[in-house]
T-cell receptor
Framework: KAGVTQTPRYLIKTRGQQVTLSCSPISGHRSVSWYQQTPGQGLQFLFE???????NKGNFPGRFSGRQFSNSRSEMNVSTLELGDSALYLC??????????????FGPGTRLTVL | KQEVTQIPAALSVPEGENLVLNCSFTDSAIYNLQWFRQDPGKGLTSLLL?????REQTSGRLNASLDKSSGRSTLYIAASQPGDSATYLCAVLYNNDMRFGAGTRLTVKP
């Protein structure tokens, strides 16, 4: 099975712009979670989607949003970019049905730099 | 508050040594705990997953234990190799999200 894939791998944007990141989960996995990783804050949970619905949400401003499609692929959008949004954005998928107990598998990440 | 702490922050050992990485968590109402490895600039590779009802899991040279009552998990690496050099993260799954520790940066010297 192919692993979790994320596109693009690298992005450079300027303040005020918006960006969309894409994640394709492992085939058969319906749960997709997004995380932000920075040197100062470490890994922080953004949100989780399951069957096209946001199931959980971390403590991030409304500029961060996401969606999931019927094929389980997910996109994350950040509007009005700020310098502090520069980070590695990681996507993870899980073979999750009614329970969230299963192992998470991570993609390689998208490195976003905001200038 | 659900906090996850990893000690030490960095560790350097000679090749062949056995070592233990520590993870502690403040809220014991966990669903599971997962250990990951991260190489510089890369994503996370899952190493071991321990469900809340389990006490330990083993994979090759790795053994992870879980003590919910004391809020602790350890990752034991036997006969360390230079290829084990990476940052090791523990992550605790709670009802609403997964909380990560800051990681232990491991260097294994040849």
């Amino acid at each position: 099975k192919a692993g979790v894939t994320q596109t693009p791998r690298y992005l450079i944007k300027t303040r005020g712009q918006q960006v969309t990141l894409s994640c394709s989960p492992i085939s058969g996995h319906r749960s997709v979670s997004w995380y932000q990783q920075t040197p100062g804050q470490g890994l922080q949970f953004l949100f989780e989607y399951f069957s096209e619905t946001q199931r959980n949400k971390g403590n991030f401003p409304g500029r961060f949003s996401g969606r999931q499609f019927s094929n389980s692929r997910s996109e994350m959008n950040v509007s009005t970019l700020e310098l502090g949004d520069s980070a590695l954005y990681l996507c993870a998928s899980r073979d999750s049905g009614a329970t969230p107990y299963n192992e998470q598998f991570f993609g390689p990440g998208t490195r976003l730099t905001v200038l | 508050k659900q906090e996850v702490t990893q000690i030490p922050a960095a560790l350097s050992v000679p090749e062949g040594e056995n070592l233990v990485l520590n993870c502690s968590f403040t809220d014991s109402a966990i669903y599971n705990l997962q250990w990951f490895r991260q190489d510089p600039g890369k994503g996370l590779t899952s190493l071991l997953l321990i469900q809340s009802s389990q006490r330990e899991q083993t994979s090759g040279r790795l053994n992870a234990s879980l003590d919910k009552s004391s809020g602790r998990s350890t990752l034991y690496i036997a006969a360390s190799q230079p290829g084990d050099s990476a940052t090791y993260l523990c992550a605790v799954l709670y009802n609403n999200d997964m909380r990560f520790g800051a990681g232990t940066r491991l260097t294994v010297k040849p």
